[in-house]
C-alpha cells in the first residue's frame, strides 16, 4: 500500500519534533540592593572621562594643537606636555571598557567589593592624569600603581 506520509530523513531531521530539543528558558538575575554603589563608581569612572576630556581640549588651546591632530609635534616642553596630557585620556579609554565589564559582573555577587575597587581605580586614575599632565612621565607611576592595583 502506498504511503502518503513522507518519510525521508529529511523531513524528519526539519519537521519532526524531537525530544532532545528544549525551549529557550529565560531566567532573571537578582540584583543585590548595593549594586547601587557598583553604578555610582561606574558613573564617577564616566566623569573623570569627562574631566579628562576638558583638560586635553584646555591643553590643545593653550599649546595651539590643532584637530584633527593626535599629539604635538616636536620635543619642546609645550609638545611633551600637550602629548602627555592627550595620552593619560587615551589610556583611561583603553582601559575603561576591561575594568567596567568586570566591575559590573563583580558587583552581581559582591558589590561592595566591587565599588571599593572601582573608587580606588578612581582615585589612581586622578593621581595619574594629574602626574602625567605634567609632562613628565614618570610621574604617572603612583596613580598607575593605584589603578593597576585595583
Known amino acids: 500500500m502506498l504511503s502518503l506520509r513522507p518519510t525521508s530523513a529529511l523531513h524528519t531531521a526539519f519537521v519532526r519534533p524531537r525530544a532532545s ?8 538575575i537578582a540584583v543585590p ?3 547601587g554603589y557598583v553604578m555610582a563608581s561606574v558613573a564617577v569612572s564616566a566623569a573623570i572621562v569627562q574631566w579628562q576630556a576638558v583638560r586635553v581640549g584646555m591643553a590643545r588651546r593653550k599649546y595651539g594643537v590643532q584637530l584633527p591632530k593626535m599629539y604635538a609635534d616636536g620635543d619642546s616642553t609645550e609638545a611633551k606636555t600637550f602629548n602627555c596630557t592627550q595620552r593619560a585620556h587615551q589610556n583611561t579609554l583603553e582601559n575603561l571598557p576591561g575594568l567596567l ?3 559590573c559582573l563583580l558587583g552581581l555577587k559582591h558589590p561592595l ?3 571599593i575597587l572601582g573608587t580606588v581605580w578612581n582615585i589612581g586614575r586622578v593621581i595619574y ?3 602625567y599632565s605634567t609632562g613628565d612621565p ?3 607611576a603612583p596613580g598607575f600603581a593605584i589603578s593597576w592595583f585595583s
Open 21 to 28: 530539543r528544549r525551549a529557550l528558558v529565560t531566567k532573571a
Open 33 to 35: 540592593p548595593e549594586y
Open 101 to 103: 565589564a568586570m566591575q
Open 113 to 115: 567589593f566591587a565599588a
Open 129 to 131: 592624569t594629574l602626574g
Open 138 to 140: 614618570g610621574k604617572r
